[in-house]
T-cell receptor, first 114, second 112 residues
Framework: NAGVTQTPKFRVLKTGQSMTLLCAQD?????MYWYRQDPGMGLRLIHY???????AKGEVPDGYNVSRLKKQNFLLGLESAAPSQTSVYFC?????????????FGPGTRLTVL | AQSVTQLGSHVSVSEGALVLLRCNYS??????LFWYVQYPNQGLQLLLK??????LVKGINGFEAEFKKSETSFHLTKPSAHMSDAAEYFC??????????FGKGTRLHILP
């Protein structure tokens, strides 16, 4: 199993450009999450999904959109990138049937917005 | 509301010394608690978890943590630090719903 994978690993954008980050998991997990990590801030939840076709806002959703058209994929979109969105983005997934809500993380995408 | 506080954004210990990383939580219901480790330029990896079974939880790489309800704490320890333990450590709490709340992290430095 590959676990949780993220594409791309690195990206540089100019202000105002758009892009989509792809997260894929092969563990048949129901729940998927997008976080951003900034120095001294820990991980902050952007959006999450509790099943195919569902999405919900997290702690810092502004400027981002998400879609979960297939159970194994969770897309994070930036419609008009801003320098404040420079960050490392992590995707995670979990299976509530395990009974403990442990989250499994991808390797991250480092995004720089100039 | 649930929250997690990690005391000390940076902790330095000498190689071979005791590692102690502190975590306190607030929760209105019995929590599930986690410690994750992040090595440089990598994602988060589960170190150990407490899910209301034994209060002393053993994890990977010789780490363990003790759940103390009266102190609302879940401190992470390792008897003898190794250079390879240098990383950032995150404590996290789940109220058994669909989200986990993470602390801000503690970066562990190992001194030779």
């Amino acid at each position: 199993n590959a676990g949780v994978t993220q594409t791309p690993k690195f990206r540089v954008l100019k202000t105002g450009q758009s892009m989509t980050l792809l997260c894929a998991q092969d563990m048949n997990h129901e729940y998927m999450y997008w976080y951003r990590q900034d120095p001294g801030m820990g991980l902050r939840l952007i959006h999450y999904s509790v099943g195919e076709g569902t999405t919900a806002k997290g702690e810092v959703p502004d400027g981002y959109n998400v879609s979960r058209l297939k159970k194994q994929n969770f897309l994070l979109g930036l419609e008009s990138a801003a320098p404040s969105q420079t960050s490392v983005y992590f995707c995670a997934s979990s299976y509530p049937g395990l009974g403990d809500y442990e989250q499994f993380f991808g390797p991250g995408t480092r995004l720089t917005v100039l | 509301a649930q929250s997690v506080t990690q005391l000390g954004s940076h902790v330095s210990v000498s190689e071979g010394a005791l590692v102690l990383l502190r975590c306190n939580y607030s929760s209105s219901v019995p929590p599930y608690l986690f410690w994750y480790v992040q090595y440089p330029n990598q994602g988060l990896q589960l170190l150990l978890k407490y899910t209301s079974a034994a209060t002393l939880v053993k994890g990977i790489n010789g780490f363990e943590a003790e759940f103390k309800k009266s102190e609302t704490s879940f401190h992470l320890t390792k008897p003898s630090a190794h250079m390879s333990d240098a990383a950032e450590y995150f404590c996290a709490v789940s109220l058994r719903d669909d989200k986990i709340i993470f602390g801000k992290g503690t970066r562990l430095h190992i001194l030779p």
